[in-house]
């Protein structure tokens, strides 16, 4: 008889976890310009559409492995997939912006309860000599997900409809839930936690200037990304380009090419610590966004693709510190990060806009340097040189 720790689960529903979490996650993204034209609304007010999406995640993070811990990895997967599929459905009859924002944020709610827990039941099922290879290929449906969420608001929104994309991304959730209950193995490592308050080990993390200035940095990236992609599709569907919501959809291929590049942070930060490799990053990161600023749509995919990569970089290497600092309470830890994170995202949706008005995306990308030049600052002086790399916790936007 084989040996439980040499056998692993179907790694397929996984796949289909992190597709789910992340196909509704930015849905409104590439067709934030028509519903500033839909609506008669400034570009600050649908961005919120975005934050309140990312703001239900930095909520509902820190909190919704608890829940796991006394309900179950499975249940709470599975139920918040169906919730998720639910919320997106009701967001498609929104009569007006407000609606949207609300079914937005009790989207971003649900969302950890995928894609959080799935990483914890890849750690207690998998044995540790296949977690690894389970987790990337989670890792892919995250960004196959997040890019294909894209790309059917997109399309949806240019050939049938905008609402059509909620519609579509909500039975795809739906069907998800629906696979993942008869399709995920229910946890057979998992021990039922009863933990106390996150209170008293949630403050030694954030007493700590290492760990604090790590979140820190984490509020920089989904700033960077988040305001790069949300805001080039305003410039990029204003004249002189006035590409429709099916090519702005396509834009977000370029994350892609980003995201391809992520597994190549951990031999980086072997190589040259996680210090200089966050620098190498932001140097990227930088120069990709002053190269969008060309005047040619080539010239703008060019400095997004560049951009996104020394941010995903930036990404890797800094979850991967967190293993290097944090003592105790790791997956706390993370969770924290993960909450800066989405904080991060948060203003980075709606920050710029401010900027947009009078400066259009020359601001904006102005702002973005800015942020990339205090993430360089904080890793330089309030890191410590390391060259132990742990595994990369990568996240997917």
């Known amino acids: 008889m084989k040996s439980p720790h040499k056998s692993s689960p179907n790694i397929a529903p996984v796949v289909l976890a992190g597709f789910c979490a992340f196909t509704n996650l930015f ?3 590439p067709i934030l310009p028509l519903l500033a034209d839909l609506y008669g609304a400034s570009k600050a007010s649908v961005s919120l559409t975005v934050t309140a999406a990312t703001l239900g995640v930095a909520l509902s993070a820190p909190f919704i492995g608890q829940l796991a811990d006394r309900l179950g990895r499975k249940p709470v997967i599975v139920w918040s997939a169906a919730i998720l599929g639910i919320t997106t459905l009701l967001a498609a009859t929104s009569p007006t912006l407000n609606w949207l924002i609300f079914w937005r944020f009790l989207q971003g709610l649900v969302t950890p309860g995928v894609f959080a827990i799935t990483v914890a039941y ?7 000599a296949r977690a690894g290879a389970a987790a990337g ?31 579509i991304a909500g039975i795809l959730s739906m069907a998800i839930a629906l696979t993942l209950l008869r399709t995920l193995p229910l946890e057979k490592r998992f021990v039922r936690g009863t933990h106390s308050s996150l209170l008293r080990p949630a403050l030694v993390h954030l007493r700590n200037p290492q760990l604090l200035a790590t979140y820190s940095a984490g509020f920089c990236v989904l700033f960077t990304i988040i305001a790069l992609f949300t805001y080039a599709t305003f410039h990029l569907a204003a004249p002189p380009y006035s590409l429709s919501p099916g090519q702005l959809g396509a834009i977000f291929s370029v994350y892609l090419v980003g995201a391809s ?78 909450t800066f994170y989405y904080v991060g995202g948060s203003f980075g949706s709606t920050g710029p806009a401010w900027l947009w008005d009078a400066w259009k995306w020359p601001g904006c990308v102005a702002l973005i340097v800015c942020v990339q030049t ?13 060259t132990a790399a742990t595994e990369p916790l990568q996240s997917p936007v």
């Not at 890849?122 to 540790?128: A, F, L, M, Q, T």
């Open 27 to 29: 849905l409104t993204q």
């Open 122 to 128: 890849i750690n207690d099922e998998w044995p540790p």
């Open 137 to 167: 290929a989670y890792v892919s449906g995250t960004v196959i997900g997040g890019f294909s969420g894209r790309a059917i608001s997109g399309l949806a929104s240019e050939f049938i409809g905008w609402r059509w994309g909620f519609v």
């Open 261 to 338: 590049i992520t597994p190549l942070a951990g031999r980086a930060v072997d190589k040259f610590g996680h210090r200089k490799t966050v620098l190498i990053a932001s140097a990227i990161g930088m120069t990709g966004a002053l190269i969008s600023l060309m005047p040619s749509v080539w010239g703008v995919l060019l400095g997004l693709t560049l951009s996104s990569s020394g941010v995903f970089i930036t990404q890797s290497a800094a979850v991967s510190y967190i293993g290097t600092v944090a003592k105790q309470a790791r997956a706390l830890a993370v969770g924290l990060y993960v």
């Open 374 to 386: 205090i993430l360089a600052c904080i890793v330089w002086f309030a890191w410590r040189p390391s």
